[in-house]
Structure formats: structure tokens, C-alpha cells
Nanobody
Framework: QVQLVESGGGLVQAGGSLRLSCAAS????????MGWFRQAPGNEREFVAA????????YYADSVKGRFTISRDNPKNVVYLQMNSLKPEDTAIYYC?????????????????WGQGTQVTVSA
């Protein structure tokens, strides 16, 4: 069992930066691949970024590649999403999620545990 709590969201102007954090409980955190997803009003939940259990590989949606960076600190049970050069279209609720290693890293259905989400709003 893994419980996830996101933080770090807020209101920022276009071009600004935010760093989201996802704190995980449970001793098995390091055995899970982690992902960030986002959902804007009226839209489906979409993949943003993912990282393998050891942090050796990362994956990004084309829309955020070069601007966002996912990382994890296993001893601290935390995964981060550094977001730079933010755009109004990045506005959404951002969720972190834990995946046991099976299924597609790009699909929300592959993730077993989810946080409650944190709102990111980017003004023009």
C-alpha cells in the first residue's frame, strides 16, 4: 500500500516555474515506478512524465519535453516535478501516481495509487 500527497501547486505567470512534490508513505516506495498526470476541466487525464523505480530512466509527454523534469529521492520517499517556462495551457490539476511495473507507463489505468492532486494555474 502506498499513500501519496502532492504539494507545490499554485498560481504563476507564464514563463515562471514551480516545483511539485509528491510525498509517499510505505516502505515499498522504491519498488514502484512513478508518474505525473494532469487533468484540465473538460479534458481527460493525460500523461505528463514518468520515472523508473531507480530513477535511471525518465519519460515525458511531447508537450512538456525540455521544460519539465521528473526526479525522485527514494530515501526520502519523494518524487518531484520541476516545471519551467510554464504556459497557460499547462493549467490543470496535477496528480502523482505509483505503478507496480506492469502495463504502459503512459496510461492512467496502469497506476494503482493516486494522490489527491494539486492545482497549477498559469496566467497569461
Amino acid at each position: 500500500q502506498v499513500q501519496l500527497v502532492e504539494s507545490g501547486g499554485g498560481l504563476v505567470q507564464a514563463g515562471g516555474s514551480l516545483r511539485l512534490s509528491c510525498a509517499a508513505s510505505g516502505r515499498t516506495f522504491s519498488s514502484y515506478a512513478m508518474g505525473w498526470f494532469r487533468q484540465a476541466p473538460g479534458n481527460e487525464r493525460e500523461f505528463v512524465a514518468a520515472i523508473t523505480w531507480g530513477g535511471g530512466s525518465t519519460y515525458y509527454a511531447d508537450s512538456v519535453k525540455g521544460r519539465f523534469t521528473i526526479s525522485r529521492d527514494n530515501p526520502k520517499n519523494v518524487v518531484y516535478l520541476q516545471m519551467n517556462s510554464l504556459k497557460p495551457e499547462d493549467t490543470a490539476i496535477y496528480y502523482c501516481a505509483a505503478r507496480p511495473g506492469t502495463g504502459s507507463r503512459y496510461s492512467p489505468r496502469s497506476y494503482d495509487y493516486w494522490g489527491q492532486g494539486t492545482q497549477v494555474t498559469v496566467s497569461a
